[in-house]
């Protein structure tokens, strides 16, 4: 089992900037991609960023492309989620997850490749 860890959120004005973290216990991290999805207030979930085991090969939403950035460190178990110029569109809780099938260290867009998930950070964008 993974037990996840989200920290970080908060209020935001838009333009500035926030870093949310995903502390990760209890497998052995380094060995399976990670991701991050939201929930908006009304909607469904939906797909931020993903990141693999290694590092090396990322995705994202059209939507955050070239304002977020996912990056992870392994030796200290934790996944990242840097949001630069935010926008009133971007408040949600943000989740952040850990795939433990399939494809399991390559990043995924699907919700459903995920196993294990964390309780969510609230994330408030003022404009």
């Known amino acids: 089992q993974v037990q996840l860890v989200e920290s970080g959120g908060g209020l935001v004005q838009a333009g500035g900037s926030l870093r949310l973290s995903c502390a990760a216990s209890?497998?052995?991290?380094?060995?399976?991609?990670t991701g991050w999805f939201r929930q908006a207030p009304g909607k469904e979930r939906e797909f931020v960023a993903a990141?693999?085991?290694?590092?090396?090969?990322?995705a994202y939403a059209d939507s955050v492309k070239g304002r977020f950035t996912i990056s992870r460190d392994n030796a200290n178990n934790t996944v990242y989620l840097q949001m630069n110029s935010p926008k009133a569109e971007d408040t949600a809780v943000y989740y952040c997850?850990?795939?433990?099938?399939?494809?399991?260290?390559?990043?995924?867009?699907?919700?459903?490749?995920?196993?294990?998930w964390g309780q969510g950070t609230q994330v408030t964008v003022s404009s």
């Open positions: 997850a850990v795939r433990g099938s399939g494809s399991y260290y390559q990043p995924s867009m699907r919700s459903m490749d995920y196993d294990h």
């Open positions: 209890g497998r052995t991290f380094s060995n399976y991609a």
């Open positions: 990141l693999s085991r290694s590092g090396s090969n990322t």
